[in-house]
């Protein structure tokens, strides 16, 4: 667990081994006065909101959301999950830590968490997170701070209560049914390695948060879903999965140009196109 705050600026560790190619991103903006104005390249912004973020940040934050959403919990689990994992990593699935803590929760092995492979894979590391929460009496209702700290055991118990309002609307924006609540932008990806090898890939990390897919010719990868929370993690994955293009019903967006209304409806099937 994490016992001492960490430092921001150092690298953080690789997000998804079953990715062929890995982006790695550094770096951390939370920008709360930048409403109204174009979004920076390179980063999330929230409809509505001033609330910006990394790449990196929404992947880690949607992963969160997509396993507390798996497990059929209320939005209240990922405003939780999101504000501690905010506290201990800043939503950065670190390769360090205080004594032998690692990973988006800085979970220690030597205490139980798992093993070092484990507790730095995201999936893995907010389920045993959820597993704790769960357990304890009034999670759903109790302040933020003593509930985190039931979990995690901080030497900062009170540390976790500053990130509430972001876990709110962060967690709003994952898990709402509206559309484009979440849009990145940064420079369209250059295309590494055989499409249908990238493309298989990108299929084996949706199969484990997003829904099931089916590969498709020239880089497609399309999965049946439900709705806008699907949607909404593609767009957070989209760098990290180097996709051109997301599109559902009749939205579509881009790493340059955001969401967009398009004159074609492709129906209620989440459509991912790799860079080839």
Not at 35 to 51: H, I, N
Not at 159 to 179: D, R
Request: aromatic residues 6%; hydrophobic residues 40%.
């Amino acid at each position: 667990m994490r016992r001492r705050k960490k430092r921001a600026g150092r690298m953080a560790g690789l997000w998804a081994p079953l990715l062929v190619v890995v982006v790695a991103v550094v770096g951390l903006s939370w920008d709360t006065d930048s409403q109204g104005v174009p979004p920076v390249a390179g980063r999330c912004t929230v409809a509505g909101s001033a609330l910006t973020v990394t790449n990196e940040q929404a992947a880690n934050a949607a992963t969160i959301a997509a396993v507390a959403r798996s497990r059929g919990l209320p939005e209240r689990a990922t405003v939780v999950a999101l504000a501690t994992a905010q506290q201990e990593s800043r939503l950065r699935n670190l390769a360090y830590g205080d004594r032998d803590s690692l990973g988006l929760f800085q979970q220690r092995p030597s205490q139980g968490w798992g093993s070092p492979e484990q507790v730095q894979d995201p999936v893995y590391a907010t389920g045993k997170f959820l597993d704790g929460l769960v357990q304890v009496p009034g999670w759903e209702t109790g302040r933020l701070t003593e509930v985190a700290q039931e979990v995690q055991r901080s030497g900062f118990p009170e540390a976790y209560q500053q990130w509430e309002e972001m876990g709110t609307v962060l967690a709003g924006a994952l898990l709402g049914t509206g559309p484009a609540a979440l849009s990145c932008t940064y420079s369209p990806p250059q295309a590494a390695g055989p499409v249908d090898d990238r493309a298989a890939a990108v299929a084996e990390v949706v199969r484990r948060e997003a829904g099931s897919p089916t590969v498709q010719p020239g880089g497609v990868v399309a999965v049946g879903v439900t709705g806008w929370p699907e949607v909404t993690w593609a767009v957070a994955h989209a760098q990290n999965l180097q996709l051109s293009e997301v599109r559902y019903t009749n939205w579509r967006w881009t790493p340059t140009d955001g969401w967009a209304q398009d004159a074609e409806d492709v129906g209620a099937v989440l459509r991912l196109q790799l860079a080839v």
